[in-house]
């Protein structure tokens, strides 16, 4: 699986990791908010990755490992191209 991390300006990384990242050895975590929540949706009947911050559906299925994998490609890409998902305060930026 591919990991993605951006460096912004003030020093805080964004990005789409896996649990391997040795963060201890790479400085202080002061935080790990989520850019989404992923549950099982009695009325859909499947599983769902809302985005925390819009509610946006950016994946939805029959098999959570899939919307899991769905969910981690979404925010790849959104990371790929430069974008910081709605959540994450960029100083200057507003918030």
Same mark, same amino acid.
């Given at each position: 699986?591919?990991?993605?991390? =951006?460096? =912004? #300006?003030?020093?805080?990384?964004? $990005?789409?990791?896996?649990?391997?990242? #040795?963060?201890?050895?790479? $400085?202080?975590?002061?935080?790990?908010? %989520? =850019?989404? *929540?992923?549950?099982?949706?009695?009325? %859909?009947?499947?599983?769902?990755?809302?985005?925390?911050a819009?509610?946006?559906?950016?994946?939805? $299925? #029959?098999?959570?490992a899939?919307?899991?994998? =769905?969910? %981690?490609? *979404?925010?790849?890409?959104?990371?790929? %191209?430069?974008?910081? #998902?709605?959540?994450?305060?960029?100083?200057?930026?507003? $918030?």
């Amino acid at each position: 699986m591919e990991d993605v991390l =951006l460096v =912004l #300006p003030d020093g805080t990384v964004v $990005g789409v990791w896996n649990d391997d990242v #040795p963060w201890q050895e790479i $400085g202080v975590i002061t935080a790990v908010p %989520r =850019l989404s *929540h992923v549950e099982f949706d009695v009325d %859909r009947q499947e599983w769902v990755a809302r985005d925390a911050a819009t509610g946006e559906i950016v994946a939805s $299925g #029959p098999n959570r490992a899939e919307v899991l994998a =769905l969910e %981690r490609a *979404h925010y790849v890409e959104m990371l790929d %191209r430069g974008d910081i #998902p709605p959540k994450v305060f960029v100083p200057g930026k507003g $918030g």
